[in-house]
């Protein structure tokens, strides 16, 4: 059964320079109690994606469906809509600030939030059930702590204190958007701990978006990688770490400061992403790409099953057989490149190796950092387990 089944997405922005396509025709499930980690850099999608499914990118021109429990999200009137964010739908932000008013007690937030979708619970009710949140997601003494402002939490508290309101009234899917990127590494765990533990117990659906690939590692269990406002490869968690058929899933791995991978070997994506105005021809990474030949340059490649299972989704032209970290794979890939890249793609693959620093090499491609990856994906995997 399917909570929510988005079909080709597309949201863009008509601005004075031209219109920015922040979503192109990203499609995907998310299951009930399952996790989908959205991964990508800044600017690929990831946040216009999600707000827009909660009707929250005004100016944005939208076409697609989104159908949650049977209803399109993306038809719904403002009043509609009102009732599903937060009741049936969550969002955790990166900044807890900008859903918590400063100037109001944390236990009465969440009570008031929960009056204001259920009028027939009465204040105690309310503020008793505030401070059953509190403790629920970790914060000591709660019943003195819900009189606290918010600026009186740390910033670790003031996270523990969102996903309570996120979790007041027992949403099927909460959306986490960055929810750990300005914390700590020690807090960080800890609050990726306490959603994985909450989801376990409540069976709620997350989507989880981040640009750490580590934090996928270890909450996720299927995982969309974005880039460019599309959907660059779409697995189950362990094909996306240890058999990665996108180059730029493999770029993402291989720049993972792992420990091993640190070691001298850490390999960095050249250049940035594009213009969400004007992009490149063909394939959307072909700027940027070690492996880009010829049709690279002329057609973008659709995402398609290159797995038997039909699980495991990539949009590169790269034939399904060279998936993988292992040292067969980076030959078939090389064979392809050999075959397959003229001049025009070799001048494309050469600027990607200068931009890095790097001496081109005489085919201008990558020399094949397998053992690194292979470190980056077991290490980040080990903490799963
Ligand atoms: N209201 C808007 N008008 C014009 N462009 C917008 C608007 N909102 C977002 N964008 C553009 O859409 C693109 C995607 O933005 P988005 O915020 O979804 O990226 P992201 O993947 O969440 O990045 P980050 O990791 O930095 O949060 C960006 O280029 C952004 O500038
Ligand atoms: S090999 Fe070609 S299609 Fe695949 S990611 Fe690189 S540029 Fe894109
Ligand atoms: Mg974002």
Request: charged share 20%; aromatic share 4%; glycine share 8%.
């Amino acid at each position: 059964m399917t909570l929510l089944e988005v079909r080709d997405l597309n949201v863009s922005f008509p601005t004075a320079d031209g219109v920015v396509r922040a979503v192109r025709g990203v499609s995907f499930d998310v299951a009930p109690g399952r996790t989908l980690g959205v991964v990508g850099e800044s600017g690929s999608g990831k946040t216009v994606l999600t707000q827009t499914l909660l009707g929250l990118t005004p100016g944005a021109e939208v076409t697609g469906s989104a159908v949650f429990e049977g209803t399109d999200l993306l038809e719904l009137s403002d009043d509609e809509m009102r009732h599903v964010r937060g009741e049936r739908i969550s969002v955790i932000f990166q900044d807890p600030l900008t859903s918590l008013h400063p100037l109001y007690k944390i236990g009465w937030q969440i009570s008031e939030m929960i009056r204001a979708h259920d009028k027939s619970v009465s204040r105690k009710d309310a503020a008793a059930r505030a401070v059953d949140l509190l403790r629920m997601v970790g914060i000591p003494k709660p019943e003195t702590r819900a009189n606290d402002y918010p600026h009186q939490f740390s910033g670790g508290m003031r996270q523990r204190a969102m996903i309570a309101m996120a979790l007041a009234l027992q949403p099927r899917l909460i959306i986490a958007d960055e929810p750990t990127t300005a914390l700590d590494a020690t807090v960080q765990a800890q609050i990726l701990d306490l959603l994985l533990r909450l989801q376990q117990e409540l069976g709620t659906a997350l989507i989880m978006i981040t640009h750490d690939l580590g934090v996928v590692a270890d909450i996720a269990d299927d995982v969309m990688v974005m880039y460019a406002g599309r959907a660059a490869e779409k697995a189950p968690k362990r094909e996306v770490f240890y058999a990665p058929h996108h180059p730029y899933t493999k770029g993402l791995l291989e720049s993972i400061p792992s420990s091993k991978a640190a070691g001298g070997r850490l390999k960095p994506i050249p250049g940035s992403p594009p213009s969400l105005i004007n992009l490149p021809s063909g394939c959307k990474f072909h700027p940027r790409c070690g492996y880009v030949f010829d049709k690279c340059l002329v057609e973008e490649p659709a995402l398609h099953p290159v797995a038997e299972s039909g699980a495991h989704l990539s949009a590169c032209w790269l034939p399904a057989a060279a998936a993988g970290l292992s040292a067969e794979a980076e030959e078939l890939r090389e064979e392809v490149v050999a075959a397959e890249r003229g001049a025009d793609a070799a001048e494309v693959a050469a600027a990607a190796q200068a931009e890095l620093g790097i001496a081109a090499h005489e085919d201008g491609h990558g020399d094949g950092h397998g053992d690194a990856t292979s470190s980056a994906a077991a290490d980040n995997e080990g903490s799963v387990a």
